[in-house]
């Protein structure tokens, strides 16, 4: 009887897959060097698909290769932050724009208007790990709404790059700045949001192209 047998990339992808989180939730700091040994040991894989792996990362902007100190993670610079967020900035407001269009099809608008409650609940939260999950949800729920699968791939491979920078920054800052950064975010979100709902595709996207650079300019403030 012929055994079925594990496609190869199985175990690469579960490597990726484990090793982005990871980096994206700032479990290895920006610079860190990711040891083959301590890796090929801890996810119970061999060097070839850890090395895959590695290359596939690199690929993401997730992680650089250098000559004898192999992989370690990016130190994003503010150039590097201005630049990522430079795109962004383009694609999510394309990407509001195409969803205020689409905002009367199907379920669209009872799930934005669920977001949008959701969103007001965190105007006076310190809660920030909760507010991040929120603000990844309500970017991402844009994103469905404009059902466009090639610029969702595109968007989420630009804010992985940023995500684990993202959550280092506002978690260790001061509460009162904190609450500030929540604060401004909730209401530029609910901008984006009542725009979408009043299929107004011009303003969304501006909208969004505005919150995107504020985004980014924060991010950048804290960058060498």
Known sequence: MATSRKPRGTTVERVVDELRERIQRGEFAAGQRLIETDLTAELNVSRGPLREAFGRLAAEGLVTMEPNRGALVRRLTRRDIEE????????????????????????????????????ARFRESMDLTSYLEHN?????????????DLLASLVGRFRGQALGIQLRNLVTAASSKARVSISDSVDEHEQVAKAILAGDADLAERLMREHVRHTGASLADTQK
């Open 84 to 119: 990522l967020y430079d795109v962004r900035r383009v694609l999510e407001g394309e990407a509001a724009a195409v969803a205020a269009r689409r905002i009367d099809e199907g379920d669209h608008r009872a799930r934005l208007e669920a977001a949008l409650e959701e969103n």
């Open 136 to 148: 990844e949800e309500f970017h991402n729920l844009i994103m469905r709404i404009a059902g466009n």
